[in-house]
């Protein structure tokens, strides 16, 4: 996942999406520099995993199938390492040179190699550990100009100093300290002290940047006490800025992908301050920080995807956190899922194992009021029916113009969603030219357009009503201000009732000539009906889909080629199904039907 932008654009993005904030503050008070490590666990390992955890896990392995194959993967993965070529300082330019991908991946072969040292105690996975920190710790430098970059190298260089200490040599030890602290902490102590982006973001820059720093500075607080400590007291101060996000609910609004990420080292960071400093200051309390678990199940659809709206992406995997919330919260129900969906296969997996193989009574639909999303299906199993909905604003990090967006999953297939992100360039993230690219705008989603004109860049679009009850869900969401200027008032209202989904849109007010209400199909087939212009039948291998037009009574469907500048990435394998209407009389009335052929 590429995750750099143009602070210029974003900056701007983060200070009007505060203007949409009506949460009540909430701070977590934590000690000052001086107090701060007065609880420090003095001996090493102190990260996440102490010394007595090993036992348990090889107990684990020896008596638990799953666990025990989790581990057979942790060997096979570390084993190919052993065959490869340390990582390389390798920049990329994006919206900014960056060396995330070298960090990513030095990051995850020292946590691996260190896990199986740590279980095996076979010298191999030592010295490949040694190596690959030793590669990084002689590097120039880490990148601080893209912090991300940084926090990434240090906190997989401190796992390593952190797991491996007793076996180090003098010498080893001497360079991943210094480096520790000359290529990661100093750079992020003079980032606090210029107050840069990062430092006070609501997104996800803020959880990863103070979650590496975090894990740095406990690896090295003993011999770093005065830097450390104060590092700890900023980013614990710090990172509750973007924490604010999980209130009420647990729900964010950067996208899937960025939940994934920022979580990450949210995490992280509070699971190294209960194992170093035996407290987490309180932040594991955070208002909507325990249920933000439930907004992971929701947003992963029935096909192993994730709701994809934004910069977010489309994919996922099993995530370790979710273990560690299912024991931190006492949610079984948060691993169970996980497992239920996917194969654990990260070193925390085994590091937080946890059991629980029941995913529990939640409900099938969700709205997550302050980022302005809601979930619906028909059932938890593979075939279900599944709509996700995007509402919120479209001021923050990562969105795009799809107020009113939805997706759709029906009997093991996608059948709408919106045409994706495109590679980051720093004029993707610049404020007057990201919404010349197409897949950015609302021309690309699943939302009308009006006279060919944008979406409001600055709009909020409210889910005003969400009624649920055992074979029905239905939800409204009010688009005037996402249509700012074109319309006097416009509503959205989706229902999902015995497997039939129905989308019903009222404009008012309309000022234009044209009116376009259109879905992105990415099927095999989608052929309007030959004798009934009012029907869109939709076919992907063996499953069927139908559309169905109810209102307004004289407009029929078709179905358009999507045609792109000529400069960016072409559509493939995806139609416009479209319903084109002149203005001419108010109010705008669609309502559509979309009915899958279940089996």
């Not at 869900?473 to 509503?491: F, H, R």
Request: proline share 5%; charged share 25%.
């Amino acid at each position: 996942m590429k995750l750099h932008y143009s602070w210029t654009f974003l900056f701007f993005l983060f200070s009007v999406s505060a203007l949409f904030s009506d949460e009540k503050p909430y701070f977590v008070p934590i000690p000052a520099a001086e107090e701060i490590l007065k609880t420090l666990r003095p001996e090493h390992p102190r990260l996440f995993v102490l010394a007595e955890t090993e036992e348990r896990i090889k107990k684990l392995i020896a008596e638990n199938t799953e666990a025990e194959n989790l581990y057979k993967t942790l060997l096979e993965n570390g084993q190919k390492i052993l065959t490869e070529e340390p990582v390389v300082y390798e920049i990329k330019v994006r919206s900014q040179p960056t060396i995330l991908d070298t960090s990513r991946k030095a990051k995850d072969r020292i946590i691996l190699l260190s896990t199986l040292y740590r279980l095996t105690k076979e010298k191999k996975y030592l010295d490949r550990a040694v190596l690959e920190m030793t590669t990084v710790c002689r590097f120039n430098d880490w990148n601080h100009r893209c912090f991300l970059d940084t926090a990434e190298m240090l906190l997989g260089v401190a796992v390593g100093y952190d797991w491996l200490y007793a076996d180090l040599t003098s010498e080893q030890r001497i360079l991943f300290r210094e480096s520790i602290r000359n290529k990661g902490l100093v750079p992020g102590k003079e980032a606090y002290e210029k107050k840069v982006g990062w430092t006070k973001t609501r997104f996800n820059w803020n959880q990863v940047c103070s979650g590496g720093l975090t894990v740095g500075a406990l690896a090295v607080a003993d011999e770093e006490p005065q830097l450390a400590a104060w590092l700890l007291n900023k980013a614990a101060t710090g990172v509750q800025t973007a924490m604010d996000e999980f209130q009420p609910d647990g729900g964010t609004r950067e996208g899937a992908g960025y939940w994934s990420y920022a979580v990450q080292y949210n995490v992280m960071m509070i699971a190294a301050l209960q194992s170093a400093l035996g407290t987490d200051f309180g932040l594991s309390g955070f208002p909507g920080f325990d249920q933000t678990g439930r907004f992971r199940i929701h947003f992963v659809t029935p096909l192993k995807t994730v709701f994809t709206f934004g910069d977010g992406g489309s994919t996922t995997n099993s995530n370790p956190v979710m273990f560690w919330f299912a024991t931190q919260f006492n949610r079984p129900d948060y691993a169970g899922h996980d497992r239920m969906w996917f194969t654990p296969n990260k070193p925390f997996h085994l590091w937080w194992f946890n059991e629980s193989k029941d995913f529990g009574n939640e409900p099938t639909s969700a709205h997550f009021q302050h980022a302005g999303l809601a979930f619906m299906r028909s059932s938890w199993e593979p075939n279900a029916v599944y709509v996700a909905v995007k509402g919120g604003s479209t001021a923050t990090g990562h969105s795009h113009m799809e107020l009113g967006h939805f997706q759709l999953i029906a009997n093991e297939r996608l059948w709408l969603s919106d045409l994706g992100s495109v590679s980051y360039t720093k004029d993707y993230f610049h404020k007057e030219k990201r919404w010349t690219f197409y897949r950015a705008t609302n021309f690309a989603h699943n939302v009308p357009v009006i006279d060919g004109k944008l979406q409001n860049p600055i709009g909020s679009a409210p889910i005003t009503k969400f009624e649920t009850t055992k074979n029905r869900t239905m939800l409204e969401v009010d688009l005037t201000d996402a249509y700012k200027g074109q319309v006097a008032s416009a509503n959205r209202r989706i229902t999902l009732e015995n497997q039939i989904v129905t989308i019903e849109d009222i404009f008012s007010g309309v000022k234009g000539e044209q009116f376009l209400w259109q879905v992105h199909a990415p099927v095999r087939r989608v052929v309007v009906n030959a004798t009934n212009p009012h029907r869109v039948d939709m076919q992907h291998f063996s499953k069927r889909m139908r559309l169905e037009l109810v209102e307004p009574k004289n407009a029929t469907f078709n179905t358009e080629e999507i045609i792109v500048p000529e400069d960016q990435p072409p559509v493939k394998n995806t139609t416009r199904i479209a319903v084109r209407l002149k203005v001419d009389s108010q109010p705008i009335h669609v309502k559509v039907r979309l009915i899958p052929e279940m089996k």
